[in-house]
């Protein structure tokens, strides 16, 4: 499998070429292009998040510890909280990814179970999906492609490095399959993975966002919202 160095290299040069095409050809905000790119960068560690004590682990959630809570600003003042009870909601969210999510991580996760897989990218991308909260459809989206383009990054540099030359021929070796993959050996795990990319599609398509996009999305929305709300009862 890929080291951390050609992960996070690999990352990194794709969010430099997501943002500088987006600043180069397309009306985004430069800021926004840096976050991006800077987000597609962070999230070629994130399969790797499974692997328990390490480098990968503890960068990644030291920058989500970071960046999450400063992204949830705009989101906050919406939701009409003072200064005072976004920063306290600030430091409580960089505690609980750090430390908290650093914990369950550790305590419940095996290496190259389902965070190598495509439910697992979309369920980051839908994270990131819900945690930016520009009015533009456009820049969310955005937004949460850089995500899922670093995490995928990831997967598909893992299942390259399952392909080895030997002999005079191509083989591969026993970690072929398993990142990019949409199911696992254990059946918890999947069950798990699964409720929770419904759940989040549910909570993204909840966002007032959608009512204004077309008939469509609204219908969507409403849909999303009489099933959360059922769920929640």
Not at 30 to 37: D, K, Q
Not at 98 to 103: A, D, E, N, S, V
Request: proline share 4%; charged share 15%.
């Amino acid at each position: 499998m890929a080291g951390f160095k050609a992960h996070i290299t690999t990352s990194g040069l794709l969010g430099l070429g997501y943002g500088g095409l987006a600043l180069a050809m397309f009306d985004v905000p430069p800021s926004t292009c840096v976050l991006a790119g800077c987000l597609c960068g962070v999230s070629g560690m994130l399969p790797d998040l499974d692997s328990g004590p390490g480098v990968p682990l503890r960068e990644s959630l030291a920058f989500a510890a970071a960046v999450v809570p400063m992204m949830m600003i705009d989101r906050a003042r919406h939701m009409g909280l003072s200064f005072e009870m976004i920063a306290l909601a600030g430091s409580l969210l960089y505690l609980l990814i750090r430390f908290g999510l650093g914990w369950a991580l550790r305590k419940y996760t095996v290496h190259r179970g389902m965070f190598h897989s495509l439910p697992a990218a979309l369920i980051a991308g839908e994270i990131a999906f819900l945690v930016c909260s520009s009015g533009d459809l456009t820049i969310r989206y955005y937004k949460a492609g850089a995500v899922v383009v670093g995490f995928m990054s990831h997967l598909l540099l893992d299942e390259l490095y399952s392909i080895e030359w030997y002999r005079g021929r191509l083989r591969l070796k026993r970690s072929f399959g398993t990142a990019v993959k949409v199911w696992g050996d254990s059946l918890w795990a999947n069950f798990s993975t699964y409720a929770k990319l419904a759940i989040l599609t549910l909570l993204a398509l909840r966002d007032p966002i959608w009512i204004d996009v077309s008939p469509t999305g609204k219908q969507l929305h409403e849909v999303a919202t009489t099933l959360l709300d059922q769920v929640w009862r």
